[in-house]
T-cell receptor
């Protein structure tokens, strides 16, 4: 049973550029959440997708956007990159409707903005 | 609003000693509480979770945590530390219908010989 997968593993971008990160949820899961983990910090919630719609959003600017596809996979897009966007981006999947909010995390994509 | 405070950004214990990682939460509604572990260059792995059933929760790798409502705490313990326990540990809270998790800043556990 494949867990949560993310691609790419590492990414280096320049300020002002745009980036797209990808996530495939654990088999059987239908909800995807994205988190940003800056160096030395805990993960911060960006947003959550279910049924191809953004359901919840954390305190992140509109430069951060996402998408969920019919197969439940998801993308995170960040426009006009800033140095402060350098972080580990974690994708977590869960099964909506199942109590406990148990989220399974992927290995993350490490984004470096120069 | 909900928040988590993890006391001690670094904890060092000897192999075989008791591990105690502290977590206090703030929530206006009954919380769900989680402990995750993160090894270097990896994602987060769920250790255990509290979901309003038993207040003493047992997790993987010999870890357990006790929910104390009066103290708004959910401290993580392990009777005997092993070298393989060295990692970053995160406490997180989720509440109500909001399934997003709010994480603490983490505690780095070092295990020495």
């Amino acid at each position: 049973d494949a867990g949560v997968t993310q691609s790419p593993t590492h990414l280096i971008k320049t300020r002002g550029q745009q980036v797209t990160l990808r996530c495939s949820p654990k088999s059987g899961h239908d909800t995807v959440s994205w988190y940003q983990q800056a160096l030395g910090q805990g993960p911060q919630f960006i947003f959550q997708y279910y049924e191809e719609e953004e359901r919840q959003r954390g305190n992140f600017p509109d430069r951060f956007s996402g998408h969920q596809f019919p197969n439940y996979s998801s993308e995170l897009n960040v426009n006009a990159l800033l140095l402060g966007d350098s972080a580990l981006y974690l994708c977590a999947s869960s099964l909506r409707g199942l109590i406990l909010y148990e989220q399974y995390f992927g290995p993350g994509t490490r984004l470096t903005v120069t | 609003a909900q928040s988590v405070t993890q006391l001690g950004s670094h904890v060092s214990v000897s192999e075989g000693a008791l591990v105690l990682l502290r977590c206090n939460y703030s929530s206006s509604v009954p919380p769900y509480l989680f402990w995750y572990v993160q090894y270097p260059n990896q994602g987060l792995q769920l250790l255990l979770k509290y979901t309003s059933a038993a207040t003493l929760v047992k997790g993987i790798n010999g870890f357990e945590a006790e929910f104390k409502k009066s103290e708004t705490s959910f401290h993580l313990t392990k009777p005997s530390a092993h070298m393989s326990d060295a990692a970053e540990y995160f406490c997180a809270v989720g509440t109500g219908t909001a399934s997003k998790l709010t994480f603490g800043t983490g505690t780095r556990l070092q295990v020495t010989l």
